[in-house]
Nanobody, 122 residues
Framework: QVQLVESGGGLVQAGGSMRLSCVVS????????MAWFRQAPGKERVLVAA????????EYADSVKGRFSISRDDAKNTVYLQMNSLKPEDTAGYYC???????????????WGQGTQVTVSS
């Protein structure tokens, strides 16, 4: 059974930084592409960032380009989301997913974490 556990969320002031972590257990991380999604109240879950299994393809939502960075450490079975210059509109539940990232940037999730809340105050 593959499990994903996110951590690192919380409350931060606008302009601040935060790093989210997602630890994968039950299967080697290196076999999956990984992604972070977010969902704000009353809105759909959307892709924030994705990275392929080799780490040489990364995709970002336009709203976070230049501010967020996704990375992976396969030795630690962990994927990270570094978030800088945070804005109140970044407030959402953030979810980690393991799956497949196509060459044209479409991510299909097979496994999902329970999420971690990020709140950015103005």
């Amino acid at each position: 059974q593959v499990q994903l556990v996110e951590s690192g969320g919380g409350l931060v002031q606008a302009g601040g930084s935060m790093r989210l972590s997602c630890v994968v257990s039950g299967r080697t991380l290196s076999t999956y592409s990984m992604a972070w999604f977010r969902q704000a109240p009353g809105k759909e879950r959307v892709l924030v960032a994705a990275i392929n299994w080799g780490g040489n393809q990364q995709e970002y939502a336009d709203s976070v380009k230049g501010r967020f960075s996704i990375s992976r450490d396969d030795a630690k079975n962990t994927v990270y989301l570094q978030m800088n210059s945070l804005k109140p509109e970044d407030t959402a539940g953030y979810y980690c997913a393991a799956g497949i990232l196509s060459r044209n940037g479409v991510f299909l999730g097979d496994y999902w974490g329970q999420g971690t809340q990020v709140t950015v105050s103005s």
